[in-house]
């Protein structure tokens, strides 16, 4: 089973930056983060293909960048001009190629405050 293994949460104040490193257990053809906050569904901040082709959530663009290491199985998600409403816990996620079973991280926590 593919393992995905997150870090680089915290808490920072408004205005701040986080950068959030997702390592895989192999290589995997779609990589992104979704998050959740209490209360709330899970929902996609960003993600990225093997070949670099991104996508972002609308609340984040302009903010977030999402980029990949495909020798080191890595994703990061650099988080800049970071607001109170991005408190959430951050999961990775995977996707192999020609497969729709999706493999999730534990999940980092990110509070920013006010």
């Known amino acids: 089973q593919v393992q995905l293994v997150e870090s680089g949460g915290g808490l920072v104040q408004a205005g701040g930056s986080l950068r959030l490193s997702c390592v895989a257990s192999?290589?995997?053809?779609?990589m992104g983060w979704y998050r959740q906050a209490p209360g709330k569904q899970r929902e996609l901040v960003a993600a990225?293909?093997?070949?670099?082709?991104?996508n972002y959530a609308d609340s984040v663009k302009g903010r977030f960048i999402i980029s990949r290491d495909n020798a080191k199985n890595t994703v990061y998600l650099q988080m800049n001009s970071l607001k109170p409403e991005d408190t959430a816990v951050y999961y990775c996620?995977?996707?192999?190629?020609?497969?729709?079973?999706?493999?999730w991280g534990q999940g980092t926590q990110v509070t920013v405050s006010s």
């Open positions: 192999g290589s995997i053809f779609r």
């Open positions: 996620n995977g996707v192999l190629q020609f497969s729709t079973r999706d493999y």
């Open positions: 990225i293909t093997r070949g670099g082709s991104t």
